[in-house]
């Protein structure tokens, strides 16, 4: 064997192990978390901790028994779903208009309202939302969402505008497309990559969002993260139902993601490009 050879298999070798290796520190929390769910209360508590035991699922009957999960799964869906809907209505045409007008200006102000800390909003959305009657309501919580999510999706979505030809839509406006029809058919479907890019985003930060729910949502609106947050606090933390907890609250995002792969990790390649 050859001394290049050699070296070659050796930098290989290193290379997958340096892999291997980062993934075991990113997957490795989650996949300690799903194993203490799976422990009795005994088991979970020990320390040492247990690598043997003998698996339950008594902690995820227990956080469906306890707390309003299944309430509180209800909250997170509808006011992802509606968080997302919104955003899109809102953030599609902006960040069109702004892209085709070359407004630069416009697009580093909505890239400064990112640096705003997000607990500054609570006490005014608090106040107004008391006033109006949207306190602990889900009209309530989507605005504060699109608070931060609106300007996010806008600055994200200005490259991807920026690189669809205008002659595309020139050619539909020749054909007898209106400038919404042109808008709609032609350059939307060229962005699909950004959109679904957004979307999952969109849905990881709407769905674990803690601090908005837990000011703004009282008994009937509560979402998964607040329910987790009282389940803590009323059991002492009581590891096992905690973990199962976490593990069925991060399954839809992993499903999601799943989904959503191909095409969010071509929009995040292309939107780092930019």
């Not at 980062?22 to 009795?40: E, G, N, Q, R, Y």
């Not at 997170?76 to 209505?89: E, G, Y």
């Not at 608070?147 to 595309?168: M, S």
Request: proline share 5%; with cysteine; aromatic share 16%.
């Amino acid at each position: 064997m050859s001394l290049y050879l050699l070296k070659k298999i050796i930098s290989k070798l290193f290379f997958w192990i340096a892999c291997l290796l980062a993934i075991l520190f990113f997957i490795f929390p989650f996949l300690w978390v799903v194993l203490m769910s799976l422990k009795d209360p005994q088991a979970a508590q020990s320390m040492p901790p247990k690598l043997i035991f003998t698996p339950t699922f008594e902690n995820y009957q227990q956080v469906f028994t306890e707390g309003d999960f299944l309430n509180a799964f209800k909250n997170s869906t509808i006011v992802v779903l509606l968080t997302l809907a919104a955003n899109l209505i809102v953030a599609l045409p902006a960040a069109y208009i702004i892209a085709r007008w070359r407004q630069k200006w416009l697009s580093f102000a909505i890239l400064f309202t990112q640096m705003a800390p997000w607990i500054i909003f609570l006490l005014p959305w608090y106040i107004i939302f008391k006033r109006l009657g949207l306190y602990d309501t889900y009209i309530g919580l989507v605005l504060s969402n699109l608070t931060y999510l609106i300007p996010f999706t806008v600055w994200l979505l200005l490259g991807f505008f920026e690189d669809v030809p205008k002659e595309i839509e020139e050619a539909a406006w020749l054909d007898g497309c209106s400038h919404t029809g042109a808008f709609l058919r032609m350059v939307i479907p060229l962005v699909k990559g950004g959109i679904i890019t957004v979307c999952t985003l969109g849905f990881m930060f709407a769905w674990n969002i803690f601090l908005f729910p837990l000011v703004l949502s009282g008994y009937r609106s509560k979402t998964l993260p607040v329910i987790v947050y009282n389940f803590l606090a009323d059991n002492s933390l009581d590891f096992g139902p905690l973990s199962a907890a976490a593990v069925l609250i991060t399954l839809p995002v992993i499903i999601f993601i799943l989904i959503n792969q191909k095409y969010f990790s071509r929009g995040i390649a292309l939107g780092g490009r930019k």
